[in-house]
Each structure stands twice: as structure tokens, then as C-alpha cells.
Nanobody, 123 residues
Framework: QVQLVESGGGSVQAGGSLRLSCAVSGYTHCMGWLRRAPGQGREGVAV????????DYADSVKGRFTISQDNAKNTLYLQMNSLKPEDTAMYYC???????????????????WGRGTQVTVLS
């Protein structure tokens, strides 16, 4: 059973930075971050293979966000820099134990979700 607990959200001025953390328990093959803004659908933000290697990002965050993991701590991170008001959303850590493609176009495969952490970017 995969369990995911996010932390690190908050409010920040545009141009600022935040780092989200996700405590992961259970076996996972692919992990990532998704977000959902008010009135909008789910968007895959960044994904990575568990244990390192391939990462993939949404075009909207490339060059600003970095996904990483600390295997010793079983923690997934999302470093968010140069934040924009349009980054405001609930951010969810997600994962799947199933082997398969791991990219932002296929985040529907990440069937285990945390409860989310709110990120608000003020203009």
C-alpha cells in the first residue's frame, strides 16, 4: 500500500520560491507532482522514476521547477522557483507501483495521491 503525505505549501510573492516535500511509504515505480487550480482540471507538473533517472516536466514549469528525491529519507521534493500567480493551485504528490511509462503525459497512471498542499502565489 502506497501512502503519500505532502508538506511545504504556503503563500509567496510572485518571483519567490517554495519547496514541497512528500513523505513516501510503500513501493513505487514512478512518482510525481500534479496540481489542480480552482475551476480547472488536473495538470501533471513533474514526474520521476523512483530511485532516480528519468524526469519529465510540464512545459509551463520547465526551467523553474525541479523534482528530486532523497532515497534515504523516502522523500520526494518539488523545488519551485520564479513562481507566477498562475502556479497557484493545490499540489498533490502522486505515485504508482506499476511498471510502465513515467512522463507528465501519463500522470493518470499515478493512482495513489496524497491529500495535497496549497500553493498561493501573490501578484
Amino acid at each position: 500500500q502506497v501512502q503519500l503525505v505532502e508538506s511545504g505549501g504556503g503563500s509567496v510573492q510572485a518571483g519567490g520560491s517554495l519547496r514541497l516535500s512528500c513523505a513516501v511509504s510503500g513501493y513505487t515505480h514512478c512518482m510525481g507532482w500534479l496540481r489542480r487550480a480552482p475551476g480547472q482540471g488536473r495538470e501533471g507538473v513533474a514526474v520521476t522514476l523512483t530511485g532516480g533517472g528519468t524526469t519529465d516536466y510540464a512545459d509551463s514549469v520547465k526551467g523553474r521547477f525541479t523534482i528530486s528525491q532523497d532515497n534515504a529519507k523516502n522523500t520526494l521534493y518539488l523545488q519551485m522557483n520564479s513562481l507566477k500567480p498562475e502556479d497557484t493551485a493545490m499540489y498533490y504528490c502522486a505515485a504508482t507501483p506499476r511498471v510502465g511509462v513515467c512522463d507528465v503525459a501519463n500522470t493518470a497512471r499515478l493512482t495513489y495521491w496524497g491529500r495535497g498542499t496549497q500553493v498561493t502565489v501573490l501578484s
